[in-house]
């Protein structure tokens, strides 16, 4: 009971004395706001950060538009940094994604400026709008005309092969022409309108939905910002592409005639086309009218004049021009053959002897004789005795190798003949002196 009392005495003591002196009541308050703030200050204190990487975004568009303009920002002008003030609790978590920046076309002051400068205004839901600074603190717009111009789709199919046996034969889009609207310095760079397929392991005529690729005159697509810019009449930036397959067909040759006449004493013995055979792909009506011709390309005859000739020439002929409709050379196949005229003069031949029936003379021990070729051209003619008596089994052929070493060689060929005929013209082939491959076990 006294404890009880003494505490009642010594709190209405202290409690007369602070009531009665208000300075140094003042003076503690003073002191708890000061030692509040020290506190918060230390723990939290106020910060100035700059955050990049933030994104412009334009807005009211359409103000522009409708006096027949558009608004044009430069590539990566719209990318700005942000100066951020704040409790460092907050600004030290913020990311661009944080801030929102805008520049509203409205707010232009000065129409006459080139670039048009608009304000940039920047908010963040956890920080006031003083404390955040935009730099640059306007955004550069460039105004341009506004402009349609129509193209036709390219489409094309890249490298993307079919299934085995087939060939692309025909590509078209639906629809085959846009309409693009833009500004007037972006749609004049715009070179093509392009829709590419991916025509890989096709086995059927397919449709497929692609994008559309711009490409400007540099032969470049245009980046993704530009892309923006652009509006098409149709929906989306798509059309669909139906691609059309055609079977190969193997084994085409290639034959042809001449006009003219050879030199007088000399005639025309044979033409020959390298390559001999091609392949093509093709409609199955186009094939079913190529096989039932003997799968055959005819060069036509006035394409070779042999006109006063007294030697060998050759010809080359655009194949491809002389393909029938809906038929095309597959993709690998060259679109030039060579034809070539052999000229012989009058009660001459040419025969062809096989290089494995060549006699190698005078080959150096330790070494083995390779030929390059198949078969070498040998040309005779008559001299007392008919060719038509010759058999090939009468021309001797050898190659003399005296003094080689291993190594690859031009040399030439030596024809021995019954009497009655002659050989027309030297002839060269060429070889190579190997050392024979051991075998192993």
């Known amino acids: 009971m006294r404890k009880t009392q003494a505490n009642d005495i010594l709190i209405d003591v202290i409690g007369k004395t ?37 994104a412009v975004q334009v807005q009211n568009e359409a103000y522009i538009e409708s006096g027949g303009k558009m608004s044009l920002i430069k590539e990566g002008e719209n990318i700005i940094s942000v100066e951020v003030k704040g409790k460092r609790s907050i600004v030290d978590k913020l990311t661009p994604e944080d801030l929102v920046a805008t520049a509203d076309l409205k707010q232009i002051v000065n129409m006459n400026t080139d670039p048009i400068m608009v304000p940039i205004a920047v908010t963040c839901s956890r920080l006031k709008s003083a404390d955040l600074i935009p730099n640059p603190r306007n955004l550069s717009v460039d105004i341009d005309d506004i402009m349609t111009q129509e193209y036709i789709v390219t489409v094309t199919s890249g490298e993307s092969q079919p299934g085995k046996g087939y060939e692309i034969g025909t590509l078209s889009a639906n629809p085959d022409k846009v309409s693009i609207t833009g500004p007037q310095s972006l749609v004049r760079k715009i070179d093509k309108v392009v829709a590419s397929v991916d025509a890989s ?12 690729e711009i490409i400007d005159k540099n032969q470049e697509k245009i980046s993704e910002s530009q892309m923006n810019y652009l509006k098409y009449d149709t929906s989306v930036p798509k059309v669909y592409v139906s691609v059309g397959l055609w079977a190969i067909q193997n084994d085409v040759s290639i034959k042809g005639g001449y006009v003219g006449k050879a030199l007088d004493g000399y005639k025309v013995d044979k033409i020959t086309f390298t390559p001999e055979n091609i392949s093509v792909a093709g409609s199955q009506e186009a094939l079913e009218a190529l096989t039932a011709e003997g799968k055959v390309i005819r060069v036509p005859d006035e394409t070779i004049d042999v006109t006063g000739k007294n030697s060998d020439f050759e010809v080359k002929v655009n194949i491809e021009k002389l393909l029938p409709d809906n038929v095309k050379l597959t993709k690998d ?53 008919q060719l038509a008596q010759l058999k090939e089994s009468d021309i001797k052929v050898s190659v003399d190798l005296s003094g080689r070493t291993e190594g690859t060689y031009l040399v030439p060929v030596k024809v021995s003949l019954p009497p009655g005929y002659d050989l027309v013209e030297q ?14 076990r």
């Open 18 to 54: 602070l009531t009665n002196n208000i300075l140094l009541k003042g003076v503690s308050v003073a002191v708890a706001v000061v030692v509040w703030l020290l506190v918060v200050n230390v723990d939290d204190p106020i910060i100035t950060s700059n955050i990049a990487g933030v």
């Open 201 to 212: 392991n096709l086995q059927e005529n397919t449709t497929k939905q692609v994008g559309l």
């Open 333 to 385: 196949t060259s679109d030039t053959v060579i034809a070539s005229v052999s000229i012989l003069p009058q009660d001459s031949k040419e025969y062809s002897v096989l290089t494995t029936d060549i006699t190698g003379q005078n080959v150096a021990d330790g070494l083995q004789l390779v030929y390059e070729t198949e078969k070498v051209q040998i040309r005779i003619r008559e001299n007392g005795a």
């Open 427 to 440: 002839q060269n082939t060429t070889v190579k002196l190997v050392k024979p491959v051991k075998g192993g």
